[in-house]
């Protein structure tokens, strides 16, 4: 059970089986609690100029090579 206090405080605990990883446990985060660390990765992407449908059409469109 101390595998499982050290993910509760936050560091992740890695299962083994024979010396080889196979599981890792971790706490678990509510979506709210992500948010900040979302609008922080949305805010550093740069701006699209065309929408994903338009880009898709423009990537089916191609002519293969």
């Given amino acids: 059970m101390v595998q ?36 922080t990765l949305r805010a550093s992407l740069p701006e699209q100029l065309s929408s994903g449908v338009e880009t898709i059409q423009a990537l089916r469109d191609e002519p293969s090579a």
């Fill in 4 to 39: 499982v206090t050290v993910a509760e405080a936050g560091e992740a605990v890695v299962i083994t089986r024979r010396g080889k990883p196979i599981a890792e446990l971790v706490s678990r985060f509510t979506v709210r609690d992500l948010l900040p660390q979302l609008e």
